[in-house]
């Protein structure tokens, strides 16, 4: 059996597959080669309905399907072979009221992400698509930079550039097997030999699973069955008609070639494909058609476009598409694994493939793509999120859901009551409306006694708001208990610890046993890859805290950049500790009340730990917080959690104690101005930048990690920084809205809510310095424009009075 050695060794002949082999030779790099087990496109791609739209919920998202564009367009002028690729625009009916909202909501997305979109009228939808019934419409969204191209075509087109710089495309290879060697895929088995590569690539679309099991992991990515229909001839040439959705029929639409029509859709109730494994080779094959599943779908295409009533169908396609654990892409290096990067669950692969394709390649090259990708990134990702039990029953709700209207903050109903808090059943007695966080159930807001515990949602006055202004009062006025026990919580421990916190971390470290520290992880460039709060517990002990969402990346992010020496270790124990947050100016009085150690201001002072008792639980009191009042973070061994709860809950009693939930926090934590990592801060922007350059120490410890970038910024000034906004208006606002000065976009609200203390919408956005000496500034909001003022934050308790008091 040969041995044969390369440099990037790619898992899958489909478009994702082919474009990082083509944005891997255009980078110079040799030593590309892909193995595809049948021929290429033979998966999901050669079946795919083949449109391609750009606007996403995230704005790197967004711009990375904006590259796909322009390398579309790049490669049509250069390719010798043509992959009829249509840059004919997008057309989105609005077919009620609600559905205009979301339709302006997005348009102001776009207009932040730097994406072309129009609101237009249901006369003008009809110019654009003449086969319309425009009755009853009451609008519609036109973004005239997208399209629809030739699958198949268009990845044979990027295989025969990839070709031409230098990847080696071969085909007929099935990998079988994998060797693993201390954190590195050593070995690649083939039928035809074995494989040596310094990275291995998985883009294997739906096989990604069943290769992954080979080597220990549950891949998050699956397939489900989506069936498109061929009508018969409608007209002579239609292919310069815009590709059509009407989410609230469910359905799209795609010019196709000799007059027809390509019509599909998301209904609810599909199967899921490969569940129990995928049959045989699976090269190039169809599903049996089910139009009985299909036929609702139809029906409401013969509204949309009555014409299709009257022609007959050519041809019905069922085939698997790609599919994953939220329904987005995963993308990234594996947890674990030191050489695996991730490329799979492409749902929208051919609108994708080029970006997706040249963020990989940079990831692979240069450590990290040019973009922050995290609602992309694998290590979103928890362990239950690739089990059968999970990921197929929500990818089969999400499909649902692809058109249907969800309303801001909307949860799934699938795979719930996984990750449980010893106070949940406690707390759902008493109202908790609970939303879900890998995994978790964490109560949102309370309803109150005689109220369903369901959620009140609506896009511009959903009801929920009232209860959780009542909470957010409880908090700056009296007493409350949040579960917080969804935390993900590290211990690193061992003689190294230190050192590799001062490499990591850009505060100094170095404090004594019981000091708090609220810090950042940042890369190379200063960019902040975490937000993390340490509790050194003692000389080689410490105590990391994150959010529940992101302990897998930053837990993975330590690891990759502990030493080698085997000094330090970190140890994940989120499931030990049960977290109650005590806060509000009257928390002191009631864990007085409850504990058996000193709890004044002298003793256990602001950023400190303390081991003390509450009722007959020993626990770990943290005098820090997330929502700008004094309190406790208590973090409770999980057996002891429901005896605290009680004892606080009792105690508090005669304080008018409350129970609180997380759409509180938001609203209180932006009152005072701390920042949410994936949105305020990410990989993109500094801790200076953000205006954390207090938590910069560059004269108390010496070299860590992006010290260069950050000293620079400190002593030369930064371009743009992150900036406060209120508007005296009770905005609707969810994040992502357009910032304007002068009619020109300047910024998006990277955060939006309602300060209920200071009766003011508050914004933050970062700003170029340029612009921040000007007076005007406006905020669009599903649509409509607004005046809002730059102000210089926190708006709450600036001099942190009442959080250390």
């Known amino acids: 059996m040969t041995v044969t050695a390369c440099k990037h060794l790619i898992i899958g002949g489909g478009i994702i597959g082919c474009s990082i082999a083509y944005h891997l030779t255009r980078r110079g790099e040799t030593g590309v080669v892909l193995l595809e087990k049948s021929a290429l496109t033979e998966g999901a791609t050669w079946h795919a309905a083949g449109l391609v739209g750009q606007l996403r919920s995230s704005r790197n998202t967004t711009r990375m399907l904006k590259k796909s564009v322009e390398m579309y367009d790049r490669l049509q002028a250069e390719a010798e072979m043509g992959f009829d690729w249509r840059k004919v625009g997008s057309l989105r009916l609005a077919a009620t009221p609600d559905r205009l909202l979301e339709a302006k909501r997005l348009a102001t997305m776009a207009r932040s992400f730097d994406l072309e979109m129009h609101i237009i009228s249901h006369a003008e939808a009809k110019a654009l698509f003449p086969f319309i019934d425009e009755r009853g419409l009451e609008g519609a969204a036109f973004i005239p930079s997208d399209g629809y191209v ?22 007929g290879i099935q990998v079988q097997d994998f060797t693993v060697a201390q954190g590195r895929i050593t070995e690649v088995l083939t039928a035809e030999g074995t494989w040596q590569a310094e990275n291995v690539i998985l883009a294997a679309g739906m096989w990604s699973r069943e290769l992954g099991a080979k080597l220990g992991i549950r891949v998050p990515a699956c397939a489900v069955e989506h069936q498109y229909i061929v009508t018969e001839p409608i007209a002579d040439d239609i292919r310069d008609l815009p590709t059509l959705r009407d989410p609230e029929r469910l359905v799209y639409y795609k010019p196709d070639a000799g007059g027809r029509l390509v019509i599909g859709g998301y209904e609810d109730d599909t199967l899921p494909f490969g569940d129990q494994g995928i049959p045989g080779a699976f090269a190039r094959q169809l599903l049996p058609d089910n139009l009985d599943r299909f036929m609702p779908l ?11 009533n009257q022609v007959g169908v050519r041809q019905v396609i069922n085939g698997p598409i790609p599919y ?4 987005d892409f995963v993308m990234g290096w594996c947890p674990g694994f030191e050489n695996l990067m991730m490329a799979t669950g492409f749902l929208y692969g051919i609108a994708a493939g080029g970006g997706a394709g040249e963020m990989i390649a940079e990831w692979i090259t240069e450590g990290s793509p040019s973009l922050d990708l995290w609602p992309l990134d694998v290590r979103r990702f928890g362990p239950h999120h690739g089990t059968r039990a999970f990921m197929y029953p929500r990818a089969v709700e999400h499909y649902a859901y692809h058109y249907k209207k969800r309303y801001p903050g909307q949860e799934f109903d699938s795979a719930r009551s996984l990750r449980l808090s010893p106070l949940y059943e406690r707390l759902k007695a008493q109202g908790a409306v609970y939303g879900s966080k890998n995994g978790w159930e964490r109560p949102l807001w309370f309803a109150p006694e005689g109220m369903p515990a369901e959620d009140q949602l609506d896009f511009l006055r959903p009801g929920w708001k009232t209860y959780g202004a009542a909470e957010h009062k409880a908090v700056r006025d009296g007493v409350a208990l949040i579960d917080q026990s969804s935390f993900s919580k590290f211990e690193l421990i061992g003689p190294g610890a230190l050192a590799a916190l001062q490499d990591m971390a850009v505060s100094n470290m170095d404090k004594p046993a019981g000091s708090v520290i609220y810090t950042q992880l940042c890369n190379d460039r200063g960019g902040t890859e975490a937000d993390v709060t340490v509790t050194r517990l003692a000389e080689d002990r410490f105590y990391v805290v994150t959010g529940a969402g992101f302990g897998v990346h930053d837990g993975d992010w330590i690891r990759r950049h502990l030493p080698d020496d ?3 270790h970190l140890v994940e124990v989120t499931s030990a500790y049960a977290v109650i947050n005590l806060c509000g100016p009257q928390a002191r009085d009631v864990l007085a009340a409850v504990c058996e150690g000193d709890v004044s201001n002298r003793a256990m002072p602001f950023a400190t730990a303390k081991e003390i008792v509450v009722g007959a639980a020993p626990l770990r009191a943290i005098r820090i917080g997330y929502v700008g009042e004094l309190g406790w973070e208590l973090h409770i061994p999980t057996e002891f959690a429901l005896h605290v709860y009680d004892a606080l809950w009792d105690a508090g009693q005669a304080h008018g104690i409350r129970n609180v939930g997380y759409r509180a926090i938001d609203s209180l934590r932006v009152e005072k101005g701390y920042l949410y990592w994936s949105a305020d801060i990410t990989p993109d922007y500094t801790p200076v930048e953000a205006g954390l350059g207090a938590r910069v120490h560059l004269k108390s410890k010496g070299a860590f990690r992006g010290r260069a970038a950050l000293e620079r910024q400190k002593y030369e000034g930064v371009t743009r920084s992150l900036c406060t906004f209120v508007c005296d208006e009770a905005l609707p606002v969810y994040g992502g809205e357009t910032i304007l000065s002068d009619g020109e976009v300047v910024s998006l609200a990277s955060t939006a809510n309602y300060g209920h203390t200071v009766g003011k919408t508050i914004l933050y956005g970062y700003l170029p310095l340029a612009k921040q000496d000007n007076t005007a500034f406006e905020l669009e909001v599903f649509g409509a424009r607004h005046g809002i003022t730059r102000v210089e934050g926190p708006l709450y308790d600036p001099q942190n009075q009442r959080l250390k008091a």
């Open 298 to 308: 139809a029906e409401l295409a013969g509204q949309v476009t009555p014409v299709v």
């Open 150 to 171: 030739d699958p198949a075509s268009l990845c044979q087109a990027i295989a025969s550039a990839a070709r031409k710089q230098g990847a080696d495309l071969r085909q």
């Open 324 to 327: 994953s654990a939220d329904g």
């Open 566 to 568: 085997g000094r330090a």
